[in-house]
Every structure is written in structure tokens, then in C-alpha cells.
């Protein structure tokens, strides 16, 4: 390893230490986990489901450490339909040399269309029986994202495809390899960076009953509030793009988990609430779930006053 | 001797595409495309509330999400009565062109350059730049190595031409790692008025929830100058350099060469006047867009559901194992007709119409610069160099745009769901024109239908057996090695196409 990249994995050590809440007596170890990584140690292969890809291009935005230095330098990335140089027979050779030697970190993007199979199709292949063939061989599963981690928008009420996420796709097959969940749609990259330095550092990182790391989700969003006083002094937002707390507008913080309001999106640029928008619950169990429970209560506020 | 082959899956565009080609004397005589992922949107979205429809019809597709948010906000303000003051429509567009420029520079660095770029010249690097040697080291260490794939996700590829010139595939190299790092700027600057990306927070019917204030004007306008100087110095000089080393797909994946467009960036209060303008281009005449020409056929496509509806009566109706079918996409055609979407349909119809002087100046320039002529355009190259054009047509105006909000003045005008309603949003996302067709009654969604630019590029044949744009355009390709089509797979990225978008 040169100089230069010892120094940059020193500095960014600082900041993923920073991001895990591990504090700073945790930087030998986790440098000492990415230069591990950089050897080759850590294979990820990544799969996507019912995605629309917005968890890769998520990570895509992670900046310290960036995509060229997650690929390079943290993890060697078997396969990724959007970013693997192969395509076709190359690619399914890729896909399925990789299941057959194993030992790899299989990353699950989208839910699993587990009530009709024709719904997701790789290299001829249901993904049904594709996704079951890559977990048995995995060492850990992460599900990323809220639709592989609990089926999300495609498993919504009164869904055509009886969606499903990963662990209770795998839990229904018999399969038994460890899922860690990194729900949120999209996910947050730093979630994933965070997550996959402790897997290959620390093991598999403290979990809470949804499979969750408890590192990034478990606190509620409302508890870290930026608008927390305006809901203290009951001044409630009456409508978009009013000051106050947005709770009367439908925001989920209350009963979601998450850090984003801590944590801001897109390199501390912003979050959902900072910019007037309540939150959706994107990262809950229950996202999108019930077509009777909707994101805004501006039509319930509205019932009875239109024209 | 004709021979079948299958492309599956093709990487490096948005989801599950398939590509069947049957090639005959080293040409490709028939194509077959198909989209290979339902979700079900459209069933999903019914007897919700109908703002639900704007979050999550962006998770539709995390690559052009605010493209459907804009669709969806459009629709309801049309179906609600409601105007975004002129801060919230400025908005509305500096998020919107952000996300097309992290789009079109993703595309062209990350999706496509790939196959013309050869990454392995990294290894004969000799300058002092500490990334590239680092990314050097990397490889050789790689190669060296014992792992069963050495420089994954980069190798292993199809062989095949690709550049050939050391100094200029590294120069590619250094920008394809540059190129990352703008996409991302790029989302950032969506960011200060959106929320987050990918699926921005903030656009609601009336405008958009977050405020206007010095910091943020003066944040976007930052990010926005920096991509432009990449887009200038970079994106348009590499587009370029591909055309001079691969001159020959100026005559490949000519397509149908019908073009249509809604329209995008809204310029006025009643979106009479857009940035790019809205249009239909049949056998080389520009005409005016009529949406009720718009029908979805599904012969060949996995629905039960009526052919021939316009999306207003459209139907979504799952058929998997249907006879015949192909494709999970629904065949949409204008006025009967196939017809191409996309940056280079906006291209044509904003050339044609010649209002745009910054479109008429560099599509001129260009075609000088590489000496080709307008018909040119119809081809692999075209489509890249349209979209490299757009590129910065967009960031040139949102750095104007940024400049015209007003801190303290409203982003939001509020409004009332109707009992009843109806409405259309037409927009374009980077990959082309999208509709989303909205009922209401009794408070919820009756029918919510999206006609989105995949679906119209790589729609499988009609009812009448007239194959889709990409299908046509794949016609002809010359294969030097039917195990290695890397030639077909240039036509089908040309497209940039989007498979969650498409099928939905």
C-alpha cells in the first residue's frame, strides 16, 4: 500500500469511525479492516430484484470514502448489473462461478416477486430461484434498501406480484445464512460503507429485532428532531412550506427509525424535514404498506372544502 | 447461416432488459427486446390518496426519480387548479436539471463509455498523477493476484474494437473517475432545493416545500458553475473523441427516425413556453404534439388487458404466461407510428423549431467540428452527442434560473383535492418524454396510468407487428463475433434505456 493511500485510509477512518458512532479508540482496527479489503478479502456480489436501482445510485453518492475508492480499496465487487463491464453470457458466467466458490457478501437490491416469478427474470433465470442459489453460498446477506429488507412499494397493499423482502423470502425457503436489513429508500450510502467495514472488522454488527443495525436505527427520527421544539411548543405547520412541526402534514417521524435528520442526505446537504417535508417513513417496516394510510394529511384536512 | 443470440442480461443501462437478436451474413436482421421486471405500479397506486402518488411514483426509477415526482405534481396541480408561484416553478426546474445532469453524465461515463474505452491501458500508465497510479497499482495487483475475477466489476468484458490510442483511454480513465464525483456534485445541487436524492423530498402539487435564502442560491450556483466547467472541458470534448475513434456509428442504429417530445422546463406560469420545446418529427417534418394520438398496444407484452387504449382508458392487467408475449413493456405509438424519445428526439425538435439559439449554436458547431451533417444524428453517435449537448444546454439555464429566485418571496400556493378530478402531467425525463395520467374520485385514484420514454424506445412489436425504436434500430448492426455482440450492445445503451421506468 503507498504512503498516499495509507494516509487517505487514516483519514478516512476518522470519518467512517465518526459515522459509526464508534469513536476515535476504534481507528487502528478499522484501518486495519480496509487494508484488509484492499487485499481482495472482502467479495461482494449484488443482485437486484424489484429495484429501481435507487440504492445503488445512492451509494454511488457516497464522497468519503467514494465509489472509486469502495471498489478499489474496500471491497471487490464480483458483480453489479449497472456498473459490471461484462454483460450477457459474460455476466451470467460472472453471476454464477461466484455462487459456485462462495464465501462473498451478497448485497440484495429490491423485493422478491415470491407470488409470481416471471416478474423478475436474470440471464433466463427467475430471480426467485437465483437470489436462493447466491444466499446458501453467501457468508451474510445485506438487504439494502426498504423494499429488499420488507418488500416495500412492490409489496404494498393490493400488490399483482405478492412481493416479499429478503428475510422472509429466505426464513420461507429454509435458509439460514445471517440478513442484515439496511431499510430506507433509498438507503443511505454511509449506512452500507458503515455496515460493511464492521462486517468484515467486527463480525456482524449489534442487530435489533428486525435486523437492523442499531448503530443507524435505533432511535426514532422524531427524537432527533430539528423541529422537536416547534412540536414541545405545539407550533404545528397548517401547510407546506409553513415553519413548525409537521406532524399535522403526516410526518412519520414519530413512529420511524432512522438518522437522517442527524445524519443529512447527500453529504450533509439536507434531509426530508430541514426541507419542509414531512417524513414518509421510507425506512419503516410499513412504508407504503396500506393504501388507507396516506404519506400527507392534506386530503383529510381538505375533505368537506373543495370547490 | 443465420444464428440466434441472447443478450442476458444487458448491464450497464437501469434494470432487467433482454436483448434476442437474429443475425444473418454478420448483420443483425431482427431484434427482440425485452423488459424482464413488474412491479405493478399502476395497480398499486389505485385507491390511494392521490398525493401519495408523486413519493412513490419516483420509486419507480432511482436513476430519473424527480422526472416522475414532476410528472405526478404536474397532474395534480392540473387536476387540482393549482399554480406554483414563480420561486416554486424555478425550483421545480433547478432540481429537475440537476437530476438530468447526473443522469446524462452517468450515462455516457459510467453506462456507456465502457464499451469504447479500454481500461486495461491503465496498466501503461507512466505519469505522476496519485489516483491513476494508484487505480495502476490497483489493476497489476489485481491481474497478480489469485482472486477469481481480477479488476471486477471492470474485467472480465466482450473483446472486441475498442480505443486503441494509450494517452487517450487513459485520459477517458481519469475522466470516468472525474465523471463520478460531478454525478454527484450534481445530486448535491438537487439536494439544497430537494431534500435528498435519489427521490427528492420536497415537490408537492402548488410548488415545492422547501424556502428560498441566500445560502442555498449561492450553494446551488457553486456546484452548478463546476459542472458546467466539466461538461464544457470535459463531457463535450470526450463525446467528440469517440466520434473521431469509432466514426462508423455515425452510420449505426439509425432507428426509426420519428422523434417525439412533450416538452421540459417549464419557462412561464401556464407551461406554454419550455426550455425544450414539445413536437413530433414523422419522415423528417416537424409537427405539432396532440396527445390523444398517444394508444398502448399489448399483443406481444405480458397484459390481458384491452390493446389499443389510450391511457386515459389504460388498463394494467398481468399476464405472465400469455401466449405470444415477450416483453413486461406495453407498446406505446403515436398516432399509430413507432417513434424514438429521448435527448436526441428533443435535440431534433428543438432544432427544428430553431427558437433555442443555444441549441441551433452548438448542434452546428459540432456537426462542423466533425464535419457530419443534421441526417448524421440519426445514429449511435447522434444520440450521444444530442445528450452531451442537452447536457449543457440544461446547466447553462439552471445557473440562470438559481439567479432569479428571490429569498422571502413564496414557494407554495395552496390548494384543495377534489371530490373529482382529472390530470395530465407531461414532462420529459433524461431518457425521454413521460406522461402520467391521473382520475380521482371520491378522493382517491381511479386509474393511474404512466407512459414512460423506455416503454416507447424499447417496446416490443405493436399489434400490427411494427417492431419497437431499439428493435429497429438494432436492424442492419454489423457483429464481428456473434459471441462477443458488443456491437449491438453500443445500439442498445445509445438508448440509455430504463427498465424499472418502462414497466413500472
Known sequence: MSDITRRKFLELSVKLAALMGLGTSAIPQIAEALGRLSAGAAPVLWLQGQSCSGCSVSLLNSEEPGPAQILTGYISLLFHSTLSASTGDVSMKVINRSIDEGGYLLVVEGSIPAGMPEACIVGKEHLTKQVLRASRNAKAVIAIGTCASFGGIPAAENNPTGAVGLPDFLKSNGVSTPVITLPGCPAHPDWLVGTLVHVLKFGIPSLDDKGRPKMFFSRLIHDQCPRFADYERENFAGTFSDEGCLFNLGCLGPVTHADCTLRHWNSGTNCCINAGAPCIGCASENFAARASFPFYRKGEQNKGKER | ?504
Open chain 2, 1 to 504: 447461416m443465420s444464428r440466434t443470440v441472447t443478450i442476458d442480461p444487458i448491464t450497464r443501462i437501469e434494470g432487467h432488459l433482454a436483448i434476442r437478436i437474429k443475425i444473418d451474413s454478420s448483420r443483425v436482421v431482427k431484434a427482440f427486446s425485452s423488459g424482464e421486471m413488474f412491479r405493478g405500479f399502476e395497480v398499486i397506486l389505485k385507491g390511494r390518496d392521490p398525493m401519495d402518488a408523486q413519493q412513490i411514483t419516483q420509486r419507480i426509477c432511482g436513476v430519473c426519480p424527480v422526472s416522475h415526482g414532476t410528472a405526478s405534481i404536474l397532474a395534480q396541480d392540473a387536476a387540482y387548479g393549482a399554480t406554483p408561484p414563480k420561486n416554486g416553478r424555478l425550483i421545480r426546474n433547478l432540481i429537475l436539471g440537476a437530476n438530468y445532469i447526473q443522469s446524462h453524465i452517468l450515462h455516457f461515463y459510467h453506462l456507456a463509455a465502457l464499451d469504447f474505452v479500454d481500461i486495461t491501458a491503465i496498466t501503461k500508465y507512466k505519469g505522476r498523477d496519485p489516483v491513476l497510479r494508484d487505480l495502476k497499482k490497483w489493476v497489476k495487483g489485481q491481474i497478480s493476484s489469485n482472486v477469481i475475477y481480477p479488476a471486477a466489476p471492470f474485467l472480465p468484458r466482450y473483446s472486441g474494437k475498442y480505443i486503441q490510442n494509450t494517452g487517450l483511454n487513459i485520459l477517458a480513465i481519469k475522466h470516468y473517475l472525474d465523471a463520478l464525483d460531478m454525478r454527484t456534485l450534481a445530486h448535491k445541487a438537487g439536494a439544497v432545493f430537494g431534500g435528498k436524492l435519489p427521490h427528492a423530498a420536497t415537490l408537492v402539487p402548488g410548488g415545492v416545500t422547501e424556502k428560498v435564502t441566500a445560502v442555498k442560491i449561492a450553494a446551488y450556483a457553486s456546484m452548478i458553475s463546476k459542472l458546467q466547467t466539466f461538461i464544457d472541458k470535459s463531457y463535450l470534448t470526450d463525446v467528440g473523441e469517440v466520434a473521431a475513434a469509432f466514426p462508423e456509428y455515425f452510420r449505426i442504429g439509425k432507428g426509426c427516425g420519428n422523434f417525439l417530445a412533450y416538452g421540459v422546463f417549464p419557462e412561464s406560469a401556464n407551461n406554454s413556453e419550455k426550455l425544450l420545446p414539445s413536437g413530433v418529427v414523422v419522415g423528417g417534418r416537424l409537427r405539432s404534439f396532440d396527445a390523444a394520438r398517444i394508444t398502448e398496444d399489448v399483443r406481444y407484452s405480458f397484459y390481458s388487458s384491452s390493446s389499443g387504449l389510450h391511457p386515459v382508458q389504460g388498463q394494467t392487467v398481468p399476464a405472465p404466461h400469455k401466449n405470444g408475449a415477450y416483453s413486461w413493456l406495453k407498446a406505446p405509438r403515436y398516432n399509430g407510428t413507432v417513434v424514438e424519445v429521448g435527448p436526441l428526439a428533443r435535440i431534433m425538435v428543438a432544432y427544428l423549431k430553431g427558437e433555442n439559439r443555444a441549441v441551433k449554436k452548438l448542434v452546428n458547431g459540432l456537426l462542423a467540428k466533425l464535419g457530419r451533417k443534421p441526417k448524421d444524428l440519426l445514429s449511435v453517435l447522434g444520440r450521444h452527442a444530442a445528450r452531451a449537448i442537452e447536457c449543457k444546454v440544461v446547466a447553462d439555464r439552471c445557473a440562470e434560473w438559481v439567479e432569479q429566485l428571490v429569498p422571502g418571496e413564496p414557494t407554495f400556493q395552496d390548494f384543495t383535492i377534489p371530490k373529482t378530478g382529472r390530470g395530465v402531467g407531461l414532462t420529459e425525463a433524461p431518457r425521454g418524454a413521460l406522461g402520467h395520467w391521473l382520475e380521482i374520485d371520491d378522493h382517491k385514484i381511479k386509474r393511474y396510468q404512466c407512459v414512460v420514454p423506455t416503454t416507447w424506445n424499447c417496446s416490443p412489436r405493436d399489434d400490427n407487428g411494427n417492431p419497437g425504436a431499439v428493435e429497429q434500430a438494432l436492424a442492419r448492426t454489423p457483429i464481428a463475433n456473434s459471441k462477443n455482440p458488443i456491437e449491438a450492445t453500443r445500439v442498445v445503451r445509445s438508448f440509455d434505456p430504463c427498465i424499472a421506468c418502462a414497466v413500472h
